[in-house]
C-alpha cells in the first residue's frame, strides 16, 4: 500500500482531479478505471504525476494506504452504485468512499445510509469548476460524517481553488448536504447564465450592439460589482469568430440550449420545499422553451408581425447592467432560502457564510459578489432574505428604475426576458402591502370551501357561497 488517495473513474474530470491531487505535497495519487486503456494512456500523457496504477479494483483497493480513500469520478446513476458496491466489499471500516460526481442527493442520503451500516464512511461531494477547475482547483462542497471529513479535509483542502488564503471547501453538512448544496449552485448557475444571456439578447437587438462589442461591454462590466467568471468567459464567447464562415461564432451555434438536469432538480426540489425560485426556474424553463423547435417553428408561422424594437439612449448599457445586477441578487437571495428550506427539512446543520465562502472561487459562479453574501449573513445569520440586507436592499433600490424600464423595454420590443422579469415580479410580490393571493383565498374557498382567514380577527372561516352567503366559522386551518 502506497498510495494516500485514489481515484476511481479517469474521463476528463476524473484525470483532472487525480492530476490535481497528485501535483500537492505529500500525496500519492491511486488510479484506476474501468477500461484500462484509459489508465494507461493517463499514464502515458503524465508520467510526472507518479500515479499507482492498477487494473483490476482488488489491486487498487491494496495499493491504498489506511484509511483508505477513494474517490469515484464515474457518471452518477448507475455507474455510480456500480463502484460504490465493489468499493464497499474490498474496503474496511474506517475507509472512505468518496463520490465527487453531480449525485441526486436523495442518492448520496440513500448511499450514506447502506455504506455507514458496514462502518465505512460515505462522502458525497459537489465538486465545481468543470475540467479546468478539477486540474487547477475546485470549489468542493462534501456531505457526510464530521469524522470522515477529519481524514479528507486536508486533501481536498489541499487541492481546491483559494480566496485570500482560504481553501474553497467546506464540511457542509451529513449525508446528502454536499450534494444538495452543489445541486444549488448549479441552479444559481442556470440563473446566472440566463441572466447575462437575456442581457446580450437586449444590447444586441435592441441596443443594436455587434457581439464583439457587447464582448467590450462585459469586460467593461466585469470590473465592477458584476465580475465574475460567467461574464468574464460570456466576453470570450461573444468575441469568438467562427473559422468556416467568419461569422460570430454565437451566430452560428444552434439555440436550443441542453441541461444534464441539475437546474431541474433544483428546482423540483425548491417546489417539493415550497421555496419561490422562480428567477432559477425561468432559466431552467427558458432552456426548455429554446429546445422546442416544432413549437417555436409553428409560431413564428403563426406570428407575421413582430414589434421593432424600441428606441433607447444613452443610458440603455448601464440599465441593462443594473437590471442584470438586481435580478441576479434576486437568484441568489432565492437560491440560499432553498438551502436553508433544505437544511431545515433534511436536519442539515449548514454555514450559509460559509457556502458563500467556498463559492468565491473554483465554481461556475465564482465572482467577489460572494463576499456581499458572506458579510450578510455575518452581519445577521438569521436575516429573512438576502433582499433586505442593508448592501443588497441599497444595491436593488439603486438599480430599480432601471430594472423596470429594461423589462418593459424588453416586453415592448417583444425580446424575451424571463429571468429580468420573473425576478422583478418576485421582487415586487415581496415589496407588495397587499397580495391577489386574498382573491385567490376567495376562489377556493368559493369552489371547494378551503376556508380563509380574516385580516381583522382570528379564526379560520368559510363563506356558504352556494346558500345565503353568510360567513361561518369553521374548525381547522385556512390550507
Ligand atoms: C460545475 C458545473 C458542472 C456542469 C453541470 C451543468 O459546477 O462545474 O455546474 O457540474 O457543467 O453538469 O451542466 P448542464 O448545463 O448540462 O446541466
Not at 156 to 164: G, N, P, R
Request: charged letters at 20%; aromatic letters at 8%; a negative charge.
Amino acid at each position: 500500500a502506497t498510495a494516500n488517495i485514489g481515484v476511481v473513474g479517469l474521463a476528463v474530470m476524473g484525470s483532472n482531479l487525480a492530476r490535481n491531487l497528485a501535483s500537492r505535497e505529500g500525496n500519492t495519487v491511486a488510479v484506476y478505471n474501468r477500461s484500462p486503456e484509459r489508465t494507461r494512456l493517463l499514464l502515458e500523457e503524465h508520467p510526472e504525476a507518479g500515479f499507482v496504477a492498477s487494473e483490476t479494483i482488488e489491486d487498487f483497493v491494496a495499493s491504498l494506504s489506511k484509511p483508505r480513500t477513494a474517490i469515484i469520478m464515474v457518471q452518477a446513476g448507475k455507474g455510480t452504485d456500480a463502484v460504490i458496491s465493489q468499493l464497499t466489499e474490498l474496503f474496511e471500516p474506517g475507509d472512505i468512499i468518496v463520490d465527487g460526481g453531480n449525485a441526486d442527493f436523495h442518492d448520496t442520503i440513500r448511499r450514506e445510509k447502506a455504506v455507514s451500516e458496514t462502518g465505512i464512511n460515505f462522502v458525497g461531494a459537489g465538486i465545481s469548476g468543470g475540467e479546468e477547475g478539477a486540474l487547477k482547483g475546485p470549489s468542493i462542497m462534501p456531505g457526510g460524517s464530521v469524522e470522515a471529513y477529519k481524514t479528507l479535509g486536508p486533501i481536498l483542502e489541499s487541492i481546491a481553488a483559494v480566496v485570500d488564503g482560504v481553501p474553497c471547501v467546506t464540511h457542509v453538512g451529513t449525508d446528502g448536504a454536499g450534494h444538495f448544496v452543489k445541486m444549488i449552485h448549479n441552479g444559481i448557475e442556470y440563473a446566472d447564465m440566463q441572466l447575462i444571456a437575456e442581457g446580450y439578447d437586449l444590447l444586441r437587438y435592441v441596443g443594436g450592439h455587434s457581439p464583439a462589442e457587447i464582448a467590450d461591454i462585459f469586460v467593461k462590466w466585469n470590473e465592477g460589482d458584476l465580475e465574475s467568471y460567467l461574464i468574464e468567459i460570456t466576453a470570450e464567447v461573444l468575441r469568438q469568430v467562427d473559422a468556416k464562415t467568419g461569422k460570430p461564432f454565437v451566430d452560428i451555434v444552434l439555440d436550443e440550449a441542453g441541461s444534464k438536469g441539475t437546474g431541474v432538480w433544483t428546482v423540483q426540489n425548491a417546489l417539493d420545499l415550497g421555496v419561490p425560485v422562480g428567477g432559477i426556474a425561468e432559466a431552467v424553463f427558458a432552456r426548455a422553451v429554446s429546445s422546442h423547435p416544432e413549437q417555436r417553428e409553428a409560431v413564428q408561422e403563426s406570428v407575421t408581425e413582430r414589434p421593432e424594437p424600441v428606441d433607447v439612449g444613452e443610458g440603455f448599457q448601464d440599465d441593462v447592467r443594473k437590471a442584470l445586477y438586481a435580478s441576479k441578487v434576486v437568484a441568489y437571495a432565492q437560491g440560499f432560502d432553498a438551502i436553508i428550506a433544505g437544511a431545515k427539512k433534511y436536519g442539515w446543520d449548514i454555514d450559509k457564510g460559509a457556502i458563500a465562502t467556498i463559492w468565491r472561487g473554483g465554481c461556475i459562479i465564482r465572482a467577489q459578489f460572494l463576499n456581499r453574501i458572506v458579510e450578510a449573513y455575518e452581519n445577521d445569520p438569521s436575516i429573512p432574505t438576502l433582499l433586505v440586507d442593508p448592501y443588497f436592499a441599497k444595491a436593488v433600490a439603486d438599480g430599480e428604475a432601471a430594472w423596470r424600464r429594461i423589462v418593459s423595454t424588453a416586453a415592448l420590443s417583444g425580446i424575451p426576458a424571463p429571468g429580468f422579469s420573473a425576478a422583478l415580479s418576485y421582487y415586487d410580490s415581496l415589496a407588495a402591502k397587499r397580495l391577489p393571493a386574498a382573491l385567490v383565498q376567495g376562489q377556493r374557498d368559493f369552489f371547494g370551501a378551503h376556508t380563509y382567514k380574516r385580516v381583522d380577527m382570528p379564526g379560520v372561516f368559510h363563506t356558504l357561497w352556494s346558500g345565503d352567503r353568510t360567513e361561518v366559522e369553521t374548525e381547522g386551518s385556512s390550507h
